[in-house]
C-alpha cells in the first residue's frame, strides 16, 4: 500500500505540478492512514471498503480534530482513490460516498460603538490626505459598504441632497444606502479638496490616490491598519469589520433584518444572520425584556 501511495504523490509532484504544500499535507495525511490500516490487519487496498473508511473517519474525529482538518483528509482519500481506479489498482470507489463535514460558521469580528467611533475621531480632518482617509473609513462604517464598492464609486454615485450613495454590489447589482448626516457632509468637505489629487476633468472616480488615480481595496486596507495601530484596539481590524460592525450595530439598536439585508446587498437572509449576530449582552438584555421567565 505504502508503495502505491508513494506512486501516487510522484504523480502529483511529477505529472499534475502540485503544491510543495499540498504534497506535505497528503504525505501527512496518508501516514495517518497507513498506520490505521496497519493497526487493523490491512494490507491492500482490495480490503477497504465503505465502512472500513467511516471507522476511519470515526477515530479521526474522535481525536477532536477541525472541521477543515478532517475536510482535507477526506479530499485526500478522494483524490487517491481516484487514482486507483484509474489506474485499474481497485475495481469501487468507496470514498466516493464520503461526504465533507460542515464547516464551522465563525462569527465575524465587529467593533464595538466606542471603539469605532473612537477610530473615526481619531482622524484629523487638516489635510486633504488625512480628511479622504476619514471620510473613507466613515462611509464604511456608515453605509456597509464592502471596500471594492467603496474603490467603485464615481462622483455622480453620490447624491447630497437625498443623502444616500448608489451602489453597483456583486452580480453588478444596484442598489441605493443611506450616507448618515456625518458621512454627507464629510463628503461635502472632500469633493472641496478633491482638486487637489485630480484636475477637474481627470478621473472621476470619487476616491483617489495622491497621484490622481483611483484608490485600491489594498491601499484602504493599508491606510485604515495605520490608524488601528495608533488605538488601543486588540482585534484584527480590517475593511470588511467596518460592514459586520455596521450590521451589528444596527441590529442591536432595533433595526429589522430584512432592512439591513437591503443595506448589505445581500440576496439571502442567512447571510445576513451571519453578519448580524448580536453579544451576549443584548441577548440577556432582550431576554430579560421580553420572556415572562427573566
Known amino acids: 500500500m505504502k508503495e502505491t501511495i508513494d506512486n501516487y504523490l510522484k504523480y502529483l509532484t511529477y505529472e499534475r505540478g502540485s503544491s510543495v504544500h499540498t504534497l506535505k499535507a497528503y504525505t501527512e495525511d496518508f501516514d495517518v492512514f497507513l498506520r490505521f490500516c496497519g493497526e487493523a490487519g490491512i494490507q491492500s487496498f482490495a480490503e477497504i471498503d465503505y465502512r472500513v473508511l467511516m471507522n476511519y473517519l470515526t477515530e479521526l474525529s474522535e481525536r477532536r480534530l477541525k472541521a477543515s482538518s478532517l475536510e482535507r483528509k477526506i479530499a485526500s482519500l478522494k483524490s487517491l482513490y481516484k487514482y486507483l481506479l484509474r489506474e485499474g489498482i481497485v475495481k469501487k470507489n468507496p470514498a466516493d460516498l464520503l461526504s465533507s463535514p460542515k464547516k464551522e460558521k465563525r462569527l465575524p469580528a465587529v467593533l464595538e460603538k466606542n471603539e469605532a467611533l473612537d477610530l473615526l475621531e481619531s482622524i484629523p480632518e487638516d489635510n486633504p490626505l488625512s480628511l479622504r482617509d476619514k471620510t473613507m473609513l466613515t462611509l464604511l462604517y456608515a453605509s456597509g459598504l464592502r471596500v471594492s464598492e467603496l474603490t467603485g464609486l464615481d462622483i455622480h454615485d453620490i447624491d447630497y441632497r437625498q443623502g444616500v450613495v448608489r451602489v453597483i454590489g456583486k452580480g453588478s447589482k444596484e442598489r441605493i444606502v443611506p ?71 444596527l441590529l442591536e439598536n432595533g433595526a429589522n433584518i430584512r432592512v439591513i439585508q437591503e443595506m448589505l446587498g445581500h440576496s439571502s437572509l442567512s447571510t445576513t444572520q451571519i453578519y448580524t449576530h448580536l453579544s451576549p449582552e443584548k441577548l440577556k438584555e432582550s431576554y430579560d425584556k421580553f420572556h415572562p421567565h427573566a
Do not use: Q, W
Not at 485630480?198 to 491601499?219: E, N, V
Not at 486596507?221 to 460592525?245: C, D, F, Q, S, W
Open 179 to 249: 450616507t448618515g448626516e456625518t458621512a454627507r457632509k464629510l463628503l461635502a468637505g472632500y469633493l472641496a479638496v478633491r482638486e487637489e489629487f485630480c484636475p477637474p476633468d481627470g478621473d472621476r472616480a470619487l476616491f483617489l490616490t495622491r497621484r490622481g488615480k483611483r484608490i485600491s481595496d489594498r491601499m484602504i486596507r493599508y491606510i485604515l491598519e495605520g490608524y488601528i495601530a495608533k488605538l488601543a484596539v486588540n482585534k484584527n481590524v480590517h475593511p470588511h469589520t467596518l460592514r459586520h460592525t455596521f450590521a451589528t450595530h
